[in-house]
Each structure stands twice: as structure tokens, then as C-alpha cells.
């Protein structure tokens, strides 16, 4: 069964330094998003991007985050100076033409010390 | 407003026990209303969603919308041990119209079924 895989699935981070978190969409998907779930809060919706750019973005999505479809199968979240704040688990979902049905990677947990 | 509400629990019944989990939402604009299961430090893993008012059921499970009083239910009959998670209901925002908008998640309910 196709899945959303996401690397790495742990990363440790200092203050300030820029990370790159990985995620592969299922291969027929074209719409992809991310979402973050801060340790006991609701999973939140970051960003979404369809045809190379960017569809929607919250309003926790600001100019720190950024996101890129690299090659064909790639999709990428990049924080350019991380915070303490940015400490969660972040979640990559894919989703085919109807939309409907969000499938979600297993996350990855970043820890910002 | 676009919040969803849900009580995290926890929850904890006996194995065979009838489930209900709940949420409420505040805006009426919304059409697709979805169930996810999450294990302990995993993905968000869609169980099923219901589309405006109405029941669906799949397997052991009963999704039921009211949207007069903007209340969503999931049903999960005969409880298993391994149905123990947290239950996450979700809102599906739209997207120019489309179905391609963002979901809008309660808190999750933390339920246990015990042997």
C-alpha cells in the first residue's frame, strides 16, 4: 500500500541553526501540505502547495519557513533559523485530485535545544 | 472562526465497551468531516470522514454529523484493545472551492480499551 514517508525521523537541533525536514508524497499525489503537532496541542496546519508554489499558508508560516518540490519526488519544509518554539512533531500529507482524503507521513520530531 | 473542540480525555472502557467520542465546531461553512486515529509519536492515520449531515458506518465504526447543532460523533462498537489511541476529529477547510484546503483538527481524544 502506498505511504507517505518522511525522514529523518528524529532531529536535534541548536538555536538558530537551519534545518531541512524530508518528505516523499505518495507517487501519484499532486497536492501536498504541512501540518505540525506541538507536544500535547492540536495538530496545526503550516502550508500547502500544488504545481511548484505555495496554494495556502498559515499564519505560523512566515518568512523562517520554506518549502520546495526539489525533483519529482521530493517535498521539503526548511526553517532557516530555528527557535525553541519550533520544537514538535512535523507531519507531511499528500492528497490526490479529489482532495478529500489527506494521507499523512509518520512525522518527524524536531527538538530545538 | 474555524475551531473544533474536543474533550482529550482520557478515556478508558473495558474491552467490548460501545465508544462515543465527540467534538463540536463553530463554522457552519463546513462540509467534509473526518475521524483520524493516532498512535503514540505516528502520523495521523484517516479512519473515515461523512459528508454534510448523516451517518456512515464502516466495519464497527459510525460517523454521524448534526450540523444544526454543529456536533460530530464517532461510534466504535465491540472496543478492542488494539482500537486503543487517540482520536482526532478534523474539519476539512476548502480551497477555492475545491476540496483542497487545509484540515482544521480538535485536540484529539485519548482513549484506552482494556482487556
Known amino acids: 500500500e502506498p505511504e507517505v514517508t518522511q525522514t529523518p525521523s528524529h532531529q536535534v537541533t541548536q538555536m538558530g541553526q537551519e534545518v531541512i525536514l524530508r518528505c516523499v508524497p505518495i507517487?501519484?499525489?499532486?497536492?501536498f501540505y504541512w501540518y505540525r503537532q506541538i507536544l500535547g496541542q492540536k495538530v496545526e496546519f503550516l502550508v500547502s502547495?500544488?504545481?511548484?508554489?505555495?496554494?495556502?499558508k498559515s499564519e505560523i508560516f512566515d518568512d523562517q519557513f520554506s518549502v520546495e518540490r526539489p525533483d519529482g519526488s521530493n517535498f521539503t519544509l526548511k526553517i532557516r533559523s530555528t527557535k525553541l518554539e519550533d520544537s514538535a512533531m512535523y507531519f507531511c500529507?499528500?492528497?490526490?485530485?479529489?482532495?478529500?482524503?489527506?494521507?499523512f507521513g509518520p512525522g518527524t520530531r524536531l527538538t530545538v535545544t | 472562526q474555524k475551531e473544533v473542540e474536543q474533550d482529550p480525555g482520557p478515556l478508558s472502557v473495558p474491552e467490548g465497551a460501545i465508544v462515543s467520542l465527540n467534538c463540536t465546531y463553530s463554522?457552519?461553512?463546513?462540509?467534509?468531516f473526518m475521524w483520524y486515529r493516532q498512535y503514540s509519536r505516528k502520523g495521523p492515520e484517516l479512519l473515515m470522514y461523512?459528508?454534510?449531515?448523516g451517518n456512515k458506518e464502516d466495519g464497527r465504526f459510525t460517523a454521524q454529523v448534526d450540523k444544526s447543532s454543529k456536533y460530530i460523533s464517532l461510534f466504535i462498537r465491540d472496543s478492542q484493545p488494539s482500537d486503543s489511541a487517540t482520536y482526532l476529529c478534523?474539519?476539512?477547510?476548502?480551497?477555492?472551492?475545491?476540496?483542497?484546503?487545509?484540515?482544521?483538527f480538535g485536540r484529539g481524544t485519548q482513549l484506552t480499551v482494556w482487556p
Open positions: 500529507a499528500s492528497t490526490g485530485t479529489g482532495g478529500t482524503e489527506q494521507y
Open positions: 507517487s501519484n499525489h499532486l497536492y
Open positions: 502547495f500544488y504545481n511548484n508554489e505555495i496554494s495556502e
Open positions: 463554522n457552519s461553512a463546513f462540509q467534509y
Open positions: 461523512t459528508y454534510s449531515s
Open positions: 478534523a474539519n476539512l477547510g476548502t480551497f477555492r472551492g475545491s476540496t483542497l484546503g487545509r484540515l482544521y
